[in-house]
């Protein structure tokens, strides 16, 4: 595994903040998704640094990282993910400045980002990414683990 990505689950509003991803041209499986904001770790960076950042980042707020939910490896993405249980501490959500939203031409084939807040009721019809940690989170939303 050569990278390390971190995400944030943030429980907002009665819902989740989540990364609506629309017309992705780089990916061959889907080209609309949902997934958990979140992204590669820079140099120096903590995964708790890199989780706030990337949040701060894609969906314009500042989160204080509770603790770690998930990990896997993406044998697809040749890295290892970590989730974060993030809480809401302020900001305006949906104002997020990163480069994803600069036009940067290296991101041309990724697509739209939209973040969104979709309610826990929702989540089990809508397809998030990582499939494997959608199972797991909604069976700690069953048991009420949050």
Do not use: W
């Amino acid at each position: 595994m050569k990278r390390t990505r971190v995400a944030g689950i943030i429980f907002m509003k009665d819902g989740i903040a989540l990364m609506h991803r629309t017309n992705v041209k780089k990916r061959k499986d889907y080209q609309e998704y949902y997934t958990f904001p979140g992204g590669g770790l820079e140099e120096g960076e903590t995964e708790e640094e890199g989780t706030i950042r990337e949040i701060k980042e894609e969906l314009g707020i500042n989160v204080k990282v509770i603790r770690k939910l998930y990990e896997m490896n993406s044998e697809k993405f040749e890295q290892r993910e970590i989730f974060y249980l993030c809480e809401y501490i302020n900001g305006e959500f949906g104002t997020g400045d990163g480069p994803e939203f600069s036009g940067n031409p290296n991101y041309k084939d990724s697509g739209n980002y939209i973040p969104e807040i979709i309610s826990k009721e929702k989540i089990k019809d809508t397809l998030l990414l990582p499939l494997e940690i959608k199972e797991k989170l909604l069976e700690n939303i069953k048991r009420g683990s949050f």
